[in-house]
């Protein structure tokens, strides 16, 4: 994959597991950052145009989770975290709060960059229809593939990569309704590896985001027993 010198940022405060990983990904074409703690984070993401973040959970000052949730508030960087934590309820917090993709200690360098490359395949691939931008409901629901952003009641908000894929996947095919297994082929690609449910997540965050009640969707709908589709006109 070319990655055309992309900045990553790596956050994590054991100094062997920067260096490792820098001195890996610098040999791999990228250029990186690292930050021992959640300020140093914060200050070279507002420096630096980043393209996307390793981000260990466990910090001295902020918490990984807290670092994730601050960066979604501004940014759809694609965001992998770090973590020794291998039960799924744990994973599935961290998808929550808006990280794309997960990978637990001890890894592999070359599993860490197998799980960058599909990322950064996803967040830039063109998964989308004909057109560049589309509304629905009178402007209420606005997308514009082009530049990957949405908006809401003319309010930008921001969605994950993969959220930004689920949502483009289904509105490319709107009469279709997608099984969990067909969403992930569809939209987040073959080398996506995580569990059914992390579907169901996503979906969930999409709606709190895009929906006026999240509780009954008119755009990502839920078809009972089979899966999901797009219901906007």
Do not use: W
Not at 5 to 10: C, D, F, P, Q, T
Not at 100 to 105: A, E, F, Q, S, V
Not at 109 to 126: F, G, P, V
Not at 158 to 176: D, G, R, S, Y
Request: charged share 30%; hydrophobic share 40%; proline share 3%.
């Amino acid at each position: 994959m070319k990655n055309d010198k992309k900045k990553v940022l790596v956050v994590d405060d054991e100094t062997k597991i920067l260096e490792v990983i820098q001195s890996f990904l610098e040999s791999k074409g990228f250029i990186v950052f690292t930050a021992e703690s959640g300020k140093k984070a914060f200050s070279i993401f507002d420096q630096e145009n980043i393209s996307l973040v390793i981000l260990d959970l466990m910090l001295p000052d902020v918490s990984g989770e807290d670092i994730c949730r601050s960066l979604r508030q501004k940014s759809r960087v694609p965001i992998i975290m770090l973590t020794a934590r291998v039960n799924e309820e744990a994973i599935l917090e961290g998808l929550e709060i808006g990280a794309d993709d997960y990978i637990t200690k001890p890894f592999s360098l070359k599993q860490l960059n197998a799980r960058m490359e599909a990322i950064l395949r996803r967040s830039t691939d063109d998964l989308v229809p004909l057109y560049k931008k589309i509304s629905f409901n009178e402007g209420d629901l606005e997308i514009d593939f082009e530049g990957h952003s949405v908006k809401k009641n003319r309010m930008e908000v921001n969605l994950t990569a993969n959220e930004f894929k689920i949502l483009a996947a289904m509105i490319k095919f709107p009469n279709k309704v997608f099984t969990r297994e067909e969403l992930i082929i569809t939209a987040l690609g073959d080398e996506f590896d995580g569990f059914d449910r992390t579907v169901d997540t996503h979906i969930k965050n999409i709606r709190q985001k895009i929906e006026s009640d999240s509780k009954r969707p008119i755009y990502v709908q839920t078809i009972y027993g089979v899966g999901y589709k797009f219901g906007g006109k």
